[in-house]
């Protein structure tokens, strides 16, 4: 599968922004899906994952209750439902997928989009 994640761009603090993440070239619903974001000069690190029918999800701490991880396996699409944007969110935002369930850090997932730039200014 082909990843292809959108809808980056510059926000206001306060404001929100959704991403999407199309899949092309394989059973989308056979994978296991993630959100990472590597802002500059840090590490990656996971944002928000998505079992393959969308029926558990987790989020890191620091985006519980601001950031949405949901998927619609008939368009192969996944989103993040971003609202009140923070300036520490500012990173690139990258979608990966894996068959193998929801695995454990950014060097365990097979599959990874090109990743969309989210800019919050404060």
């Known amino acids: 599968v082909q990843l292809q994640a959108s809808g980056g761009g510059l926000v206001q603090a306060g404001g929100s922004l959704r991403l999407s993440c199309a899949a092309s070239?394989?059973?989308?619903?056979?994978?296991?899906m993630a959100w990472f974001r590597q802002a500059p000069g840090k590490e990656r690190e996971v944002v928000a994952t998505?079992?393959?029918?969308?029926?558990?999800?987790y989020s890191v701490d620091s985006v519980k209750g601001r950031f949405t991880i949901s998927r619609d396996n008939a368009k192969n699409i996944m989103y993040l439902e971003m609202s009140s944007l923070k300036p520490e969110d500012t990173a690139i935002y990258y979608c990966?997928?894996?068959?193998?369930?929801?695995?454990?850090?950014?060097?365990?997932?097979?599959?990874w989009g090109q990743g969309t730039l989210v800019t919050v200014s404060s």
């Open positions: 990966t997928a894996d068959t193998r369930g929801i695995v454990a850090g950014p060097d365990e997932w097979s599959v």
């Open positions: 998505i079992n393959w029918n969308g029926r558990y999800t």
């Open positions: 070239g394989g059973s989308f619903s056979n994978y296991a």
